[in-house]
């Protein structure tokens, strides 16, 4: 079994900065793809970044060039740095693990922007 715990959401202004982090822990072989998704209020949950093991990265339009997922590999964590945060990037972030053909998802981060 694999455990996720997330940390770093919080309250910030618009044009602030963030960094969520995800700490895998557990029966871990090979994490396959790492990455992050948000579902804001109302909303589906959408994917925000991806990295896989291989290091390839996938990022959605919204956040793209505004985002960055990056990996400790030795500490089994993957990092999501966000600037120019928008109010529209509200929503609780979740980080997401494939350890093939598991999927494990993160218990959430609240991140809010204010206007």
């Known amino acids: 079994q694999v455990q996720l715990v997330e940390s770093g959401g919080g309250l910030v202004q618009a044009g602030g900065s963030l960094r969520l982090s995800c700490a895998a822990s557990?029966?871990?072989?090979?994490?396959?793809?790492m990455g992050w998704y948000r579902q804001a209020p109302g909303k589906q949950r959408e994917l925000v970044a991806t990295?896989?093991?291989?290091?390839?990265?996938n990022y959605a339009d919204s956040v793209r060039g505004r985002f960055t997922i990056s990996r400790d590999n030795a500490k089994n964590t993957v990092y999501l740095q966000m600037n120019s945060l928008k109010p529209e990037d509200t929503a609780v972030y979740y980080c997401?693990?494939?350890?093939?053909?598991?999927?494990?998802w993160g218990q959430g981060t609240q991140v809010t922007v204010s206007s």
């Open positions: 997401r693990i494939i350890e093939a053909p598991t999927i494990y």
């Open positions: 557990g029966s871990i072989f090979v994490i396959n793809s």
């Open positions: 990295l896989t093991s291989g290091g390839s990265t």
